[in-house]
């Protein structure tokens, strides 16, 4: 039987994390998944954020997306509609990229 192929996006803002581990994890499990796995890594400065959820992601197809952030962070605010740096928006425009 032919398995799905199944896209996973990974994201990841000023090259804090390398999606490269991400992407060998997921390429390892692969074999347990009922499904083919698909990686496109997108890297970006914190300069480029609105540009990636407003023009970018909308236009990707994709089933999985990953956003990778540093485990240092003091604050991840994505379910705040006031966050000061984007990253609600980020993440909501994730959720609808991926239903």
Do not use: W
Request: hydrophobic share 45%.
């Amino acid at each position: 039987m032919e398995r799905k192929l199944t896209s996973f996006h990974l994201f990841n803002c000023d090259n804090t994390y390398n999606l490269n581990a991400v992407e060998a994890l997921l390429l390892k499990m692969e074999d347990k998944l009922k499904f083919k796995v698909a990686v496109e890594k997108r890297y970006f400065r914190l300069q480029q954020m609105k540009e990636i959820f407003e023009t970018v992601i909308p236009k990707l197809r994709m089933d999985v997306a990953i956003f990778v952030v540093h485990a240092h962070e003091s604050r991840l605010s994505i379910n705040e509609d006031n966050a000061g740096i984007g990253y609600a928006r980020f993440y909501r425009a994730l959720l609808q990229a991926t239903g």
